[in-house]
């Protein structure tokens, strides 16, 4: 019997998914960052493409420049750090038209074949506009970082699942509240103004992944888990240097600008006032009496644009605030902030 010729590369690349991978670089060590890119360019059954966006970083970019030359990775070099959504907007200029898109962390590394399992999936799922993957805890690969976040009423927002030991929690093609952008696929089409939009640059960092995830849940789209897709994630690695009480100001502040913008107004009123007596008690018994007053006080700054933002969203919504809070029923997060490990036994 005569062997199969195997076709050559390039007519192999042509028959797979095209996909447009974007990380976001600020500041990361030069190896976290090339075992970022390294596992995406060494990615199974996809045509892909790495857009490498430097966002300003302090050490002028030197964890990017050794990837300048590669054919398979663009670099692209931010003047100024507006935050991870305008780093991603500025990748997402470079991508290939009609490409997949998946947003990954640079301290963040995919199986071989994660990506083509996404891939697999969604377009299985014509109503789905995102596939969100298993993404476990690098330094405890038993435990899971997210399968998707959640959002409960009273705006608090995390990662689904995170801290548990993984047990099947969820199958493939199962739905959840939406994509954690630490590690994500969309549609090509999904960030146009038509389908659900861009990222909203100015929460700078936090809230721009539930912010996204709320106005797709609004236009009526779905996210699908794909726990059969893993992802290694150095949990909060890129960010944990600017300090908890740092993280925790932009948190609150962006917490109360995202429900503004995108809850109905009396549930958005419920989170303003609920936030405000916990920061009210909270600048006595503490801690971060000066963050929770400073996070008050940016969202009231901001609101007016947020307002003007939200009379642009479409009027009519696919789903109610209690459908979308319903996904982070039985949810607890099971992680602590200060040692970045799981609490779960």
Not at 79 to 97: E, I, T
Not at 120 to 129: D, K, M, N, W, Y
Not at 290 to 301: E, K, P, T
Request: charged fraction near 20%.
């Amino acid at each position: 019997m005569a062997m199969a010729l195997q076709p050559p590369e390039r007519l192999r690349r042509v028959t797979e998914p095209r996909v447009t991978a974007i990380v976001v670089v600020h500041g990361s060590p030069a190896e976290i960052v090339r075992a970022c890119v390294e596992s995406l360019l060494d990615a199974t059954g996809i045509d892909v493409s790495v857009v490498l966006v430097d966002n300003a970083s302090p050490d002028a970019g030197a964890a990017c420049a050794p990837w300048a030359l590669h054919r398979r990775v663009e670099l692209v070099t931010s003047v100024s750090n507006d935050g991870f959504a305008a780093g991603v907007k500025q990748g997402l200029l470079r991508a290939r038209g009609n490409d997949f898109v998946f947003l990954l962390n640079d301290d963040a590394t995919v199986a071989p074949d994660a990506i083509e399992r996404c891939i697999a999936v969604l377009t299985s799922h014509p109503g789905a506009i995102a596939a969100a993957p298993r993404v476990m805890l690098a330094d405890e690969p038993d435990r899971i970082d997210s399968i998707g976040v959640v959002v409960r009423p009273n705006g608090e927002a995390f990662n689904a699942y995170i801290g548990q030991r993984w047990t099947d929690q969820v199958a493939d093609g199962d739905d959840v509240f939406g994509p954690c952008f630490s590690a994500a696929l969309m549609r090509a089409d999904a960030f146009h103004g038509s389908v659900v939009g861009p990222l909203d640059a100015r929460y700078r960092l936090y809230y721009e992944d539930i912010d996204w995830d709320l106005r797709a849940q609004r236009a009526g789209w779905r996210t699908v888990a794909v726990p059969s897709a893993v992802v290694l994630h150095r949990h909060a690695s890129s960010t944990r240097l600017m300090g908890e009480a740092t993280r925790y100001e932009m948190v609150q502040r962006n917490l109360l600008l995202c429900a503004l913008k995108n809850f109905t107004i009396i549930s958005a009123l419920r989170v303003w006032v609920s936030r405000l007596v916990t920061h009210a008690k909270g600048t006595i018994t503490g801690p971060y009496r000066v963050q929770r007053i400073r996070s008050i006080g940016r969202a009231v700054v901001d609101a007016p644009p947020m307002l003007l933002a939200r009379r642009r969203l479409p009027r009519t919504r696919a789903r109610t605030d209690a459908e979308l809070f319903a996904y982070s029923l039985g949810m607890t997060p099971q992680f602590d902030a200060d040692t970045y490990r799981s609490t779960s036994v």
